[in-house]
């Protein structure tokens, strides 16, 4: 087996345990999410497919070079587009989802993405414009995505899973069985985590992300933390991220505690009648202070904010 199985542009390949592999997307490459390689013994499983065809490419040849096989299926954690449009870069292998998320990815999917061709000249050119507000040391991630994105030959679709299912659906290989399972939305409508039990580790998407804010404009803070503590509960020792380094359970706890924090303070915000004007210049608390993406807290605590607002009460 290779130590160092693939570095390419896009993101660099580590193993994580034995048939394990995590694909952690670099600074100014084109994959902007995490993805996973998982050998289940004659089954080679792909999980999440990354930003553009170009990174989906280059992990479908990681996937081939880690396991001695192609990919048989690949796996959409959600329906956003950095981690479902390098789908058809791995014909013929099977794309799994669940049912809503592909319904997202037809609809909410595409819609986006005709939106990131429009507006991400722009972006691009505002991320190095001498008024710009992104941090010196986060440019090169706004770049890759944006760039990438730009990159991206005419024409292109994102390709929709063909494989769906609602709760749980089970992988088996030869060697050992890999777990989708779903808790409904947390970040977004509906987050699929993936997991090997007898290892411990647990694939999830967006629903992790360690060293910078999540994104939560799209999901329920309240029903994600309360994800997070029964995914905590299955026994997890090694959790890969969608954004930042592979963590373990206490970043789950960082980021149940981030998202219970944000859930108070919208609440405490909405009982004393202040303004998303007055939200928006609140500050970051000192345990999530060194944060990338720090923009991202101001938005997190207004769509908390509108929830608390509106009365949306955490699923049980
Ligand atoms: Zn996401």
């Not at 896009?10 to 670099?26: M, N, Q, T």
């Not at 206490?250 to 609440?267: N, T, V």
């Amino acid at each position: 087996m290779a130590r160092t199985p693939h570095s390419g542009k896009h993101f660099r390949v580590h193993r994580i345990g034995p048939g394990v592999w995590s694909a952690i997307a670099e600074d100014g490459g084109y994959a902007l999410c995490n993805a996973a390689i998982i050998d289940l013994g004659g089954r080679t499983v792909v999980f999440d497919s990354m930003l553009t065809p170009m990174a989906g490419a280059e992990l479908a040849l990681a996937a081939r070079h880690c396991t001695g096989r192609a990919a048989d299926f690949v796996v959409n954690s959600h329906w956003h587009g950095d981690h479902i449009r390098g789908n058809a870069s791995f014909a013929p292998a099977s794309v799994i989802s669940t049912e809503r998320t592909r319904r997202l990815i037809d609809t909410r999917g595409r819609r986006q993405w005709a939106g990131d061709r429009r507006t991400m000249g722009a972006a691009l050119r505002g991320v190095d414009a001498p008024d710009s507000e992104i941090p010196p040391a986060e440019r090169a991630l706004y770049r890759g995505w944006f760039e990438g994105t730009l990159a991206v030959p005419a024409g292109f679709e994102p390709r929709s899973p063909d494989i769906t299912f609602s709760r749980e659906l089970s992988i088996h290989g030869s060697r050992r069985t890999l777990r989708l399972i779903s808790y409904g939305g947390g970040h977004s409508p509906s987050d699929v985590f993936a997991y090997l039990p007898e290892e411990g580790v647990v694939f999830l998407g967006d629903l992790l992300s360690v060293g910078l804010h999540p994104s939560a404009g799209d999901g329920v803070p309240a029903d994600w933390a309360d994800m997070l503590r029964r995914i905590r509960g299955l026994g997890v020792d090694v959790a890969l991220p969608g954004h930042g380094p592979v963590g373990g359970p206490d970043d789950l706890r960082r980021l149940e505690s981030y998202l219970r924090s944000l859930d108070r303070a919208a609440r405490s915000a909405v009982r004393a009648s202040r303004s998303v004007a007055e939200l928006r210049s609140s500050r970051i608390p000192a345990a999530f202070r060194d944060w990338k993406f720090s923009a991202f807290y101001a938005e997190n605590l207004v769509r908390s904010y509108r929830l608390a607002s509106t009365g949306v009460r955490p699923r049980r």
